[in-house]
C-alpha cells in the first residue's frame, strides 16, 4: 500500500539519539567472526543490511550470541568454515564485496547471491583486482551470483580507478590472506572505517594520503560501542534546516570526516548547524549535532574529493538545494548510478513529480532553488532506502500531502525513522 507523508504538525524539536552506524556494525562483526576470541559489540544495528552481514558470519561458523540491547559477542576461532548452501546478500553490496575479499582467500569453495537490485550493481569492480590476486571467482557476466573457488592469494599494487570504500576494503581483507603486502590507492579518500577497525584489531595496516598497505595479519577481538550514523542522521539534518521554526539535537553521531562531507556542504550553504561535545570513540571522531531552521540556504557546487565523502546523502542534499537561493550543481557523482537505484535518475524523477526544478545530468544534476514543492502526488522508491527518507522528508514541506510507493523498504538501513521523526514533531 502507497505511505501517506502525514502533515498534522508545525515544526521540528527535540533531542534525539540516531541508531548506528551501519558501515561499522557491517565491519564490526565481520572483522570479529576474522579474529581469535571474544568480541564485544554494543549498539549493533538492526537493520536488514547489517543484519544480514550477522547471519553470513554466523552461516560462516562464527558463533554470535545476541543479547538485549543490540549488544552482541562474536566467538571465533579465527577461522572461517564452508557454508554448503548459497550465502545470500540480500540487497546489501557492503556485504557482498567485504566478504568476496575475504572469502577468495579461504581454502573452500562460496557462492555470494543477492536480490534484483544487488544482483544488477557492478561487481568487475572486486572481480578484476581479487583476479590480480591470484582469486578464482566466477560470476554472471561482472555480476552476482558470485561463485568463489579456493585459492592462494598474493599481494598487488593496485590504483582503483574509482573512490569505493566497499572496493577499497575487499581488496585489504583479500590482503589479510595473500603473502606479501598488498597496496591499495584510491584518487580521493573514501571512508576509511575499515582501516581505523583493522588497526584497531592488530592487523599490519599503514595509510599514507590515498594509499594504504596492509599483510598477513591475526586480528584481535574487537571491543566497540557503535555510535550514530551520520547517513541516517542526514535526514534529521535536511529536515531541520528547512521546516520552518524547527531546532533539533541528534547525539553521539559519527563525524570521521571521510564521511561526514555532508556538514562541510551544509556551512557552505549556510546552514545553521552547530558541533557540540565532540570526543574520540575507537579511533572515530563523535559529536552531537544541533540543527536549526535556516531560511537563508544558498545553492552551491558540490564535486570532486568531497563525493566519496557524502555519496550516500546526496539525494536528500537535492532535496535542501530545491529550498536554497540560486543553483546547486552536483558533478563527479556518477556513481550514484550502481547504487540501489540508479540515483541520479530517481532522485531526480521523484523530485520532479513534487514541482522541484531539477535536471539529470551524466554525472549529477543541477538544480534551481527556492522552490514551493506542490506535492499532491504519488512518488516511488523504487525499492530504494535512502530515496524512500528523502520522499518523506520531501513530503514535510509539500504544499499537499503527498504518498510513496515501496516505503516499507526503509527497513534496508533505518526501521525506526518514522517513529523516531514522529517523536519531533511539535503542534
Ligand atoms: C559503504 C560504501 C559506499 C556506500 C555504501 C556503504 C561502505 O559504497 O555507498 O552505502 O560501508 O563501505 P561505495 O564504496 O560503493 O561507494
Known amino acids: 500500500m502507497d505511505y501517506k507523508v502525514r502533515k498534522d504538525f508545525k515544526y521540528l524539536s527535540g533531542c534525539i539519539e ?69 550465502l545470500n546478500c540480500s540487497n546489501s553490496g557492503t556485504t557482498m564485496r567485504l566478504l568476496s575479499g575475504i572469502l577468495a582467500g579461504q581454502n573452500f569453495n562460496s557462492i555470494l547471491t543477492g536480490d534484483e537490485s544487488l544482483s544488477k550493481r557492478p561487481m568487475g569492480r572486486i572481480i578484476e583486482p581479487l583476479t590480480l590476486m591470484g582469486a578464482n571467482i566466477k560470476s554472471n557476466n561482472f555480476h552476482a551470483p558470485l561463485e568463489i573457488r579456493k585459492s592462494e592469494l598474493h599481494a598487488i599494487k593496485y590504483c582503483s580507478p574509482i573512490a569505493s570504500a566497499q572496493v577499497k576494503s575487499c581488496i585489504l581483507l583479500a590482503g589479510l590472506f595473500a603473502q606479501g603486502t598488498t597496496e591499495y590507492t584510491e584518487p580521493y579518500l573514501s571512508r576509511n572505517h575499515t582501516e581505523i577497525m583493522l588497526k584497531s ?95 537563508d540556504l544558498t545553492g552551491c557546487e558540490i564535486s570532486g574529493e568531497i563525493i566519496p565523502r557524502l555519496i550516500d546523502e546526496i539525494p536528500v542534499i537535492a532535496l535542501m538545494a530545491t529550498q536554497a537561493k540560486g543553483q546547486t550543481i552536483i558533478k563527479d557523482a556518477q556513481d550514484l548510478r550502481n547504487k540501489e537505484t540508479d540515483r541520479i535518475k530517481t532522485t531526480v524523477s521523484e523530485l520532479k513529480k513534487l514541482g522541484a526544478e531539477i535536471e539529470e545530468t551524466n554525472d549529477g544534476m543541477i538544480i534551481n532553488g527556492k522552490i514551493t514543492l506542490k506535492g499532491d502526488t504519488i512518488t516511488d522508491s523504487y525499492t530504494d532506502h535512502r530515496l524512500a527518507m528523502t520522499l518523506y522528508i520531501a513530503g514535510l514541506i509539500t504544499e499537499k500531502e503527498i504518498s510513496i510507493k515501496n516505503f516499507e523498504w526503509i527497513k534496508i538501513s533505518f526501521p525506526e525513522f518514522t517513529k523516531l521523526i514522529e517523536s519531533l514533531k511539535i503542534g
Do not use: W
Not at 279 to 286: D, L, R
Open 201 to 295: 584489531m592488530g592487523a599490519n595496516i599503514r595509510t599514507n594520503k590515498n594509499t594504504t598497505t596492509i599483510e598477513k595479519s591475526e586480528l584481535q577481538p574487537l571491543n566497540i560501542e557503535i555510535f550514530g550514523d551520520i547517513s541516517s542522521a542526514a535526514f534529521f539534518i535536511v529536515a531541520a534546516l528547512i521546516i520552518p521554526k524547527s531546532k533539533i539535537v541528534l547525539k553521539n553521531i559519527g563525524l570521521n570526516k571521510t564521511r561526514a562531507g555532508i556538514i562541510e556542504v551544509v556551512k557552505k550553504m549556510n546552514g545553521n548547524i552547530t558541533i557540540l561535545d565532540k570526543k574520540i570513540i575507537c579511533g572515530e571522531e563523535v559529536g552531537d549535532i544541533q540543527i536549526e531552521y535556516s531560511p
Open 18 to 86: 540516531i541508531p548506528p552506524d551501519k558501515s561499522i556494525s557491517h565491519r564490526a562483526v565481520i572483522f570479529s567472526a576474522l579474529a581469535s576470541g571474544k568480541s564485544i559489540i554494543k549498539n549493533f544495528s538492526d537493520a536488514q543490511d547489517p543484519q544480514t552481514s550477522l547471519r553470513i558470519c554466523k552461516n560462516l561458523g562464527a558463533d554470535i550470541v545476541v543479547k538485549k540491547d543490540s549488544y552482541i559477542e562474536v566467538t571465533s576461532d579465527g577461522k572461517l568454515y564452508p557454508y554448503n548452501k548459497n
